[in-house]
Structures are given as structure tokens and as C-alpha cells.
């Protein structure tokens, strides 16, 4: 622990590098999804022209410009006239070392990746990207977290995320554990039958996951917002219904209080609480409308809701003393405001990290009560 507090400590006292500049000139964009395009539009401008976007999926065309795979004659010949590549991809899916290894190997010489175009656009948050500063002003409750960090792996992938964070180094956080997430099996495994509180249950994933880990349900509250995600929600609660013992289903989101709130829906997994939404939902607290569930595991994927429904939680969860898995990725302070949370309500339970994805997406953090 004392080379682990060390290690961090310098971590964040760096002096952060200036980053290179945006050279003038064509450049071509890796991605010609929502964030490529994002990013081709906030690139135009009087000194930069965006020749093209790359992308795996191949020709086409998107907002005006031609889309190439990245093994074409034009991607090599862009690469050859010294074209600037911005990466355009923040997906889960998508290993950003990857990413640049195929522009490498066209040989593209200048790559700015993802976080760093973030932080030259001067662009708001999303989900765990801002700049650098931002994470580096905050070193005191980052040093508190990260000394919660119960076991080795934790520790290392604390830091590793940090340290993507400053650096931007995609050779980080290479090796997400997929197939494991909210039961991570290097992790104490919690007692069953589970009474489970599924936050951001989306279509029932999570629940069907769980039933093929041999997980055992004796009640389960399901709360998705999302209306077309809960409809899919209430056909896996009903396909399952002889496994799950007594099920709930609500079509509400979590937060700290009763209320109602602008909604962004049809966002697949990305449905999410925000002032510009298109419709409206219902918020709930945990504390309010399950008084006697007794939860014994308690997951929340809530697309940045996450500390509130902790905050709307606080009596069920001290008095029950559950598992925790808390998403810990939607905002650049979760990593550490969560889990310095959760350990204040649960100060005698085990604090762990994991991430599941890449760009540390789907990071969880674990609050394990104690064998005894």
C-alpha cells in the first residue's frame, strides 16, 4: 500500500505537458458514427478541411464527405499526402490501441486521439472525459478513494485509469473483463437467493446475465425509464418469472427524491435524465418506494444518476447492508465521489474496481460486506 500511495501521489503532482497543436491543413476522421461526425463538425474551420472519413464499415457517405475503409487506396494515399487522422470513435466495443495501430500501419504520423481532441474542442463532458486539469485539481478526494482500494487489481486499475485520463496512452486498459460484470469471479461472490435491485435494468441484460451464472433470485425490482427498453423489460421479467421469485417493474428512474424530469428515450442504453430531453419520466427513491424489500444486492447503471440513487438509498442501504455495484463511468467525478460514498454507508464493507469495456467504459465499482 505505501508504493501504491506513492505511485499515485506522483501520478497527481505532474506538470501536464501542452498539448501539440491542431496543425492547419486536411485532415480525415477514424469513425463515421455519431462521434465521428461530432467530431468532423467541430474540426471545420478556416485553416482545417476534413478530406474524408475511415471507417470498418466501408464506403458510403456521411454529412457531405466520402466514407473509406481503413485498407483502401484513398486511406493510404491520405496518409501519404501527411493528412492529420482524428480518432472519432468512443465506443465500448472499440479498443482504441487497435484504432491506432491500423492508422500506424498506413502510416499516418500525426493520430490525435478521442480525449485529446476532447480537451483542444474545449468540449463539455462526456461521460468520464473533460481535461486533464479537471482530474488532477481534485488529487485529495482522489488519494481518499483510491485508498479504499481493497486488493491489487483494484489499485492498478484505479491508476491505469487515471493515467489514461493524463496521458491519453491507449496501450492502457486493455483487457476488460466482458463476461463478467456484477459478478466479477475474482471477487468474494455474494450470498443467494439474491433480492435484487436492477437500476437501469434496460431489457432484463443484466437479469438474464445473472440467471446464466447460475445466480438464484428469491425477489427482484427492476426500475427502467426508458419506455421501449421497458417494454423488452417486461418480456424478460415474464419469460424468466419461475426464476426471479416476486417481481416488481417500474417504469422510473432512480434518483434522491420523488420527481418529475425532462427525459432524453429512444436512446437504446443511452436513454438518459437531461433538460433537453423529448418526453418526461418519473423519479423515485429507493428509500420511498421499497421500505421492505430487504435488498441484499443492489446494481445501478444509470447514466450519470448513479450517486443521486445512492443518496435516495442511504436508510435501505445502512440498514440492509448490501452488495453494491455502482457504474462509476458517466461522469468525470464518479470514479472517486462514488465509491467514497458508498464506503461512508458502508464503512465495513470491502470497496473493489472493475472495468468491463473499453475506454473504461462500464468501470463498476463493488462494495462487498464483510464474511463474517
Keep these: 500500500m505505501p508504493d501504491f500511495a506513492r505511485e499515485l501521489d506522483e501520478l497527481l503532482s505532474i506538470e501536464l505537458p501542452q ?25 471545420f474551420g478556416r485553416d482545417k478541411k476534413i478530406r474524408a472519413f475511415i471507417d470498418q464499415k466501408g464506403a458510403g457517405n456521411a454529412d457531405g464527405l466520402p466514407i473509406y475503409s481503413p485498407y483502401s487506396a484513398e486511406a493510404r494515399r491520405f496518409a501519404a499526402e501527411g493528412l492529420t487522422a482524428v480518432v472519432g ?21 500525426r493520430i490525435v486521439s478521442f480525449p485529446e481532441f476532447h ?4 468540449l463539455p463532458p462526456h461521460f468520464w472525459v473533460d481535461t486533464r486539469r479537471h482530474t488532477l485539481d481534485y488529487h485529495d478526494r482522489i488519494r481518499e478513494a ?5 486488493d491489487e487489481k483494484s489499485r492498478r486499475i ?14 492502457l486498459l486493455r483487457q476488460p473483463d466482458a463476461e463478467e460484470q456484477y459478478l466479477p469471479a475474482d471477487l468474494p ?4 437467493p439474491f433480492r435484487f435491485v436492477d437500476g437501469g435494468a434496460f431489457t432484463g441484460d ?17 426500475f427502467e425509464p426508458d419506455e421501449q427498453n421497458f417494454l423488452a423489460l417486461c418480456h424478460t421479467a415474464r419469460k424468466h418469472a419461475a426464476n426471479l421469485g416476486d417481481v416488481s417493474i417500474w417504469p422510473c428512474g432512480l434518483s434522491d427524491a420523488t420527481a418529475v424530469a425532462a427525459f432524453c428515450a429512444g436512446r437504446d442504453q443511452a436513454s438518459i435524465v437531461a433538460g433537453h430531453g423529448n418526453t418526461h419520466v418519473q423519479l423515485v427513491a429507493l428509500d420511498q418506494v421499497l421500505p421492505v424489500f430487504r435488498p441484499n444486492f443492489i446494481k445501478l447503471d444509470i447514466e450519470g444518476a448513479e450517486l443521486a440513487a445512492l443518496v435516495g438509498a442511504a436508510e435501505t442501504i445502512r440498514e440492509h447492508q448490501p452488495t453494491l455495484a455502482v457504474c462509476v463511468y458517466h461522469r468525470p467525478d464518479d470514479l472517486w465521489e462514488i465509491p467514497l460514498y458508498m464506503h461512508e454507508l458502508l464503512p465495513r464493507h470491502t470497496i473493489a474496481l472493475r472495468y ?5 467504459l462500464e468501470t463498476v465499482a463493488y462494495a462487498i460486506p464483510p464474511s463474517d
Excluded at 158 to 171: G, K, M, Q, S
Design 158 to 171: 484505479f491508476l491505469d485509469i487515471l493515467r489514461y485520463r493524463l496521458t491519453f496512452d491507449t496501450a
Design 89 to 109: 470513435v468512443f465506443n465500448y466495443a472499440a479498443d482504441p490501441h487497435e484504432i491506432r495501430t491500423v492508422l500506424e500501419d498506413l502510416g499516418y504520423r
Design 146 to 150: 483510491g485508498m479504499l482500494m481493497a
Design 19 to 43: 498539448l501539440a497543436p491542431l496543425p492547419p491543413g486536411d485532415y480525415v476522421v477514424y469513425g463515421a458514427g455519431n462521434i465521428g461526425r461530432r467530431v468532423a463538425s467541430k474540426l
Design 189 to 192: 461472490q455474494p450470498k443467494m
Design 356 to 360: 468491463h469495456k473499453y475506454y473504461a
Design 119 to 122: 480537451e483542444h474542442a474545449k
Design 206 to 222: 443484466t437479469i438474464e446475465s445473472l440467471l446464466r451464472k447460475g445466480v438464484t433470485f428469491e425477489s427482484v425490482a427492476a
